[in-house]
């Protein structure tokens, strides 16, 4: 094979995080002959039946879009079989993928994982490594086997993680560099060159789990930095939840400062324009934006007009 159209190649990818790498597909000019996704699901105040976001490009691109409710019956696996593809990219698509289907294209199955393996294997890695207060994340193209993550990198990208990194902001440049990483493992495969599979080291192993609503509550007896990573981490889903002077709200931006003190864990130390610092089992967090009761997101300063009393206090 000398040139990209002569691949045939299936995505599969459900959330925005995968749009990027579709679309990345479809640029270097191999044949995107179908797109698998997950199934419609409701979504809205409406809970209204919504097609994921890489349905949603798959359409406006022409492509042929398959969406079972899972790839072990015989069936769904005839159907992929039934494309020919070359090649199967999978980018967060969120259903496991047999041994048989792994075996279906001739080159296998490659995937686009958004964390340096094998640190946060698994569903939620973006948001796991804020929360860890990891200094670095990345992407990996890995060729893919049974277990969950397991498979040998073929190539990786690293970016920092900055104090000013959301869960938002980080996974916006993940899939702008799963993109990267994919376009030049489709370049170079077709080039005639065999990409080096480096097996993951046995050290070092994490699993990131699914995100659950319940870890959006802020514990302020832990010290400042850890809740300032959980309000990074949850921006923009499932957003942190504290209360204030007894009212509770969704913090959205905040951030730990060094601030000896005895006051009792969540309690306002100061509150003015810089933000609202409460006290933390450590330290304190400076809330500077949040959103009250089916209200909308606003700065500590408009919450702080609202609310007159708090200034009052020490």
Same mark, same amino acid.
């Given at each position: 094979?000398?040139?990209?159209s002569?691949?045939?190649l299936?995505f599969?990818?459900?959330?925005?995080?995968?749009v990027?790498?579709l679309?990345?597909c479809?640029?270097s000019?191999?044949?995107?002959?179908? =797109?698998?996704?997950? #199934?419609d699901?409701?979504?809205?105040?409406g809970?209204k039946?919504?097609?994921?976001p890489?349905?949603?490009?798959?359409?406006a691109?022409?492509?042929?879009?398959? &969406?079972?409710?899972s790839?072990?019956? =015989?069936?769904a696996q005839?159907?992929l079989?039934?494309?020919?593809?070359?090649?199967?990219?999978?980018?967060?698509?969120g259903?496991?993928?047999?041994?048989?289907?792994?075996?279906?294209?001739? @080159?296998?199955c490659?995937?686009v994982h958004a964390?340096?393996? #094998?640190?946060?294997?698994?569903a939620?890695p973006i948001?796991?490594?804020?929360?860890?207060? +990891?200094?670095?994340?990345?992407?990996?193209?890995? &060729?893919?086997e049974?277990?969950?993550d397991?498979?040998?990198? @073929?190539?990786?990208?690293?970016t920092?993680?900055?104090?000013d990194?959301?869960?938002?902001?980080?996974?916006?440049?993940?899939?702008?560099?799963?993109?990267?990483?994919?376009?030049?493992?489709?370049?170079?495969?077709?080039a005639?060159?065999?990409?080096?599979?480096? #097996?993951?080291?046995?050290?070092?192993?994490?699993?990131?789990?699914?995100?659950?609503?319940?870890?959006?509550?802020l514990?302020?007896?832990?010290?400042?930095?850890?809740?300032?990573?959980?309000?990074?981490?949850? +921006?923009?889903?499932?957003?942190?939840?504290?209360a204030?002077?007894?009212?509770?709200?969704r913090i959205w931006?905040?951030?730990?400062?060094?601030?000896?003190?005895?006051?009792?864990?969540g309690?306002?130390?100061?509150?003015?324009? +810089?933000?609202?610092?409460?006290?933390?089992?450590?330290?304190a967090?400076?809330?500077?934006?949040? &959103?009250r009761?089916?209200?909308?997101r606003?700065?500590?300063?408009?919450?702080?007009?609202?609310r007159?009393?708090?200034?009052?206090? #020490?």
């Open positions: 094979m000398n040139s990209l002569g691949l045939r299936v599969a990818g459900t959330p925005e995080f995968a990027p790498c679309e990345a479809r640029a000019g191999a044949e995107v002959v179908a =797109v698998y996704t997950q #199934p699901r409701p979504a809205g105040r809970r039946l919504t097609p994921s890489v349905k949603q490009a798959a359409l691109a022409g492509i042929a879009i398959e &969406q079972p409710e790839l072990k019956p =015989v069936e005839q159907t079989a039934a494309y020919r593809p070359d090649l199967l990219v999978v980018v967060a698509y259903l496991i993928l047999p041994r048989k289907v792994l075996a279906i294209p001739r @080159l296998g490659w995937n964390s340096l393996l #094998p640190r946060w294997r698994g939620a948001q796991r490594a804020i929360l860890a207060g +990891d200094s670095e994340s990345g992407v990996d193209l890995m &060729q893919m049974a277990g969950l397991t498979g040998p990198v @073929l190539l990786q990208r690293r920092p993680i900055s104090r990194d959301t869960g938002g902001s980080l996974h916006d440049r993940l899939a702008m560099l799963g993109a990267e990483v994919l376009v030049e493992g489709l370049r170079r495969t077709l005639g060159e065999v990409l080096t599979a480096t #097996p993951q080291p046995a050290e070092g192993v994490t699993y990131a789990h699914k995100l659950d609503k319940a870890e959006a509550r514990d302020f007896s832990r010290p400042a930095i850890e809740l300032e990573r959980q309000v990074r981490a949850f +921006d923009p889903w499932p957003v942190a939840e504290g204030i002077a007894g009212e509770p709200l931006a905040a951030q730990a400062i060094e601030l000896d003190h005895h006051a009792t864990p309690s306002v130390l100061a509150a003015g324009r +810089d933000g609202i610092d409460l006290a933390c089992g450590h330290g967090l400076r809330v500077t934006a949040l &959103q009761a089916g209200g909308k606003i700065g500590a300063i408009d919450y702080l007009n609202a007159p009393d708090l200034r009052r206090l #020490p």
